[in-house]
C-alpha cells in the first residue's frame, strides 16, 4: 500500500533540545510539505520541496531545518530556536504541485 | 494579504444537509480545495475546484464562484461519521495553498 508515514506519533522534549520528526513515503511523489497546525489556525507552511536535494522556506520556517538527500524522505528538525515548537506536525507529498496532497498521520510534539 | 474565512463551528442533524462556505482573498487563483479532518487525524482530501460551478461527488457536492471568491461544500444526509472539522485552501499563483482554520462539524442524533 502506497502512502505517507510519519513517526513518532507522540514526541515529548524538554526546552533547548533540537528533536528530529520523520517523514516517509513510497508514492513517488516529487513534492513535499512541512506544515504545522495549532488550535483555532489554519495550517501554515514551514518548508517544500519539489525535487531532491533542494528545498525552500515557508511563510513560518524560523527555528526549523529540513533535508532532502533521498526523493521518499523529508525529515524536519525543530531547533532550540523555535520559541513555541509544541504543535501538530503534518507532512504532504503530491506528485504535481498543482495536485491534491496527500497527508501522513502527523506527530505530536509536546515540549516541556 | 491573503486570507480564507470559514465560520469556526456548525451543528447539524443526522440524516439532515448542512452547507459550509468559504470566502477568500488571495493572490491568484489555481483552484480551491476541500478536506476532512477527524479529530487527531490526517487531513484527507474531499474535493477540487478550478471552474465555476457545482461537483457532485456522492453525498458530498462542492461549489465555486471565481467572481464573488467564494464556494461551499454541500453535505447531504449527514451521518455521525461525518463529525470533523472541514479545511478549506485555496491555491495560489505561486501553487502554494492558503488554509483557512477549518470548520468544526458537529452532527447530533
Known amino acids: 500500500d502506497g502512502g505517507i508515514t510519519q513517526s513518532p506519533k507522540y514526541l515529548f522534549r524538554k526546552e533547548g533540545q533540537n528533536v528530529t520528526l520523520s517523514c516517509e513515503q513510497n508514492l513517488n511523489h516529487d513534492a513535499m510539505y512541512w506544515y504545522r497546525q495549532d488550535p483555532g489556525q489554519g495550517l501554515r507552511l514551514i518548508y517544500y520541496?519539489?525535487?531532491?536535494?533542494?528545498?525552500q522556506k515557508g511563510d513560518i520556517a524560523e527555528g526549523y531545518s529540513v533535508s532532502r538527500e533521498k526523493k521518499e524522505s523529508f525529515p524536519l528538525t525543530v531547533t532550540s530556536a523555535q520559541k513555541n515548537p509544541t504543535a501538530f506536525y503534518l507532512c504532504a507529498s503530491t506528485q504535481r504541485e498543482f495536485n491534491e496532497q496527500f497527508f501522513g498521520p502527523g506527530t505530536r510534539l509536546t515540549v516541556l | 494579504g491573503q486570507n480564507i474565512d470559514q465560520p469556526t463551528e456548525m451543528t447539524a442533524t443526522e440524516g439532515a444537509i448542512v452547507q459550509i462556505n468559504c470566502t477568500y482573498q488571495t493572490s491568484g487563483f489555481n483552484g480551491l480545495f476541500w478536506y476532512q479532518q477527524h479529530a487527531g487525524e490526517a487531513p484527507t482530501f474531499l474535493s477540487y475546484n478550478v471552474l465555476d460551478g457545482l461537483e457532485e461527488k456522492g453525498r458530498f457536492s462542492s461549489f465555486l464562484s471565481r467572481s464573488k471568491g467564494y464556494s461551499y461544500l454541500l453535505l447531504k444526509e449527514l451521518q455521525m461519521k461525518d463529525s470533523a472539522s472541514y479545511l478549506c485552501?485555496?491555491?495560489?499563483?505561486?501553487?502554494?495553498?492558503?488554509w483557512g482554520a477549518g470548520t468544526k462539524l458537529i452532527i447530533k442524533p
Open positions: 485552501a485555496v491555491m495560489d499563483s505561486n501553487y502554494q495553498l492558503i
Open positions: 520541496s519539489q525535487i531532491v536535494n533542494d528545498f
